[in-house]
């Protein structure tokens, strides 16, 4: 039962003591006499909700005390070793402390305690009761708790308690293994997907540098067949070629030559000069016959770069990179 009451600078309250008897006791006066507030300080003290509204004008903080006998509540054994409560000399001693900015403290016999530990014990040592609120007698733990104080049995009880809390613990682990399972699989089905879509892609170690390079050829293949056509016939293709101009010098040569014999190194150079331009108007001209004008083509290759891009944006950054994860 609550014993004593001490509120401080709570509200309208400066400092105000109760004292409660066994049995019955009547808080009475007219209204606005206070009673209210009283009954306010008693649920912040129970663990509702603090707010700075509370702390009286003028005063840095708020508290409010209250002293329970416990002595012969058997019922409530097991409620307060479980948060580690022991009473002294059957007495529990509950305070919450309010500051003015909004901090708030709490304590159960002195050692500091949360606002929520306290609260579940304050419901266990008082039963607020006002017009169309919600009963004790609704929540369920307080329908076990008087059936466990009916039943007598606190080691049975204490007993029951850890065996709940043993099969909560297993069946969490169960839920972590089950988990941990579905994890697995999912795993595996990705990287299953992975490996058959990089296998089917058919990847080839510097592909994307090949078909950037044909890519750009198929694209300027006109552009490239106008060129070469032009070296082509500039080189070697014409009665005004280069080829043509540089055989009709040899005469000139051949005359100097006779004349000044020592001049053979000028003859080399010709002779350099001539063959040179000759393959060079033969390799122009056969590359020009490789080129081709193909959109089918170049848009095949442009879906493959896509392909190579799509892949390199879930598995990359490089080629290579997505080559080892479908290997593994």
Not at 103 to 115: D, H, L, M
Not at 172 to 186: G, H, M, P
Not at 246 to 251: A, I, Y
Not at 266 to 276: G, H
Request: hydrophobic share 40%; glycine share 10%; aromatic share 4%.
């Amino acid at each position: 039962m609550l014993s004593e009451l001490r509120i401080r600078n709570f509200a309208l309250i400066d400092r105000l003591e109760v004292r409660l008897g066994p049995g019955l006791n009547v808080l009475s006066g007219e209204t606005g006499a206070g009673k209210s507030i009283i009954v306010g300080a008693l649920g912040l003290l129970l663990g509702e909700r603090a707010s700075a509204d509370v702390v009286r004008a003028g005063s840095e903080r708020a508290s409010v005390e209250g002293v329970f006998d416990v002595a012969g509540r058997s019922d409530l054994a097991a409620v307060l070793d479980e948060r580690g409560v022991d009473p002294e000399d059957g007495l529990v001693v509950l305070k919450r402390e309010v500051a003015v900015e909004g901090r708030n403290r709490a304590w159960i016999n002195g050692s500091p305690t949360s606002a929520t530990v306290l609260g579940e014990l304050g419901r266990s040592l008082v039963d607020l009761h006002g017009q169309h609120e919600h009963q004790t007698l609704l929540r369920r733990d307080e329908q076990r708790a008087i059936l466990d104080a009916y039943a007598g049995d606190a080691e049975l009880l204490c007993q029951v308690r850890e065996a709940h809390r043993t099969l909560a613990g297993v069946k969490r682990e169960r839920q972590e293994l089950e988990q941990r399972r579905r994890d697995a699989l999912q795993r595996a089905d990705f990287l299953r997907y992975q490996a058959e879509e990089i296998e089917a892609a058919t990847l080839q170690p510097g592909e994307e540098a090949a078909l950037e390079d044909e890519a750009r050829r198929l694209s300027h293949s006109e552009e490239l067949a106008a060129l070469s056509a032009g070296l082509h016939e500039t080189v070697s293709g014409s009665s005004a070629s280069l080829v043509d101009q540089l055989g009709r010098l040899r005469r000139s040569l051949d005359s100097l030559l006779r004349i000044d014999p020592n001049q053979q190194a000028l003859q080399e150079l010709y002779d350099t000069a001539y063959y040179a331009l000759q393959e060079l108007g033969d390799r122009v001209g056969s590359y020009g016959s490789t080129l081709e004008h193909d959109p089918a083509r170049l848009e095949g290759i442009r879906r493959r770069q896509d392909l190579l891009f799509r892949l390199r944006s879930k598995y990359g950054p490089t080629l290579e990179d997505v080559l080892a994860a479908g290997a593994t």
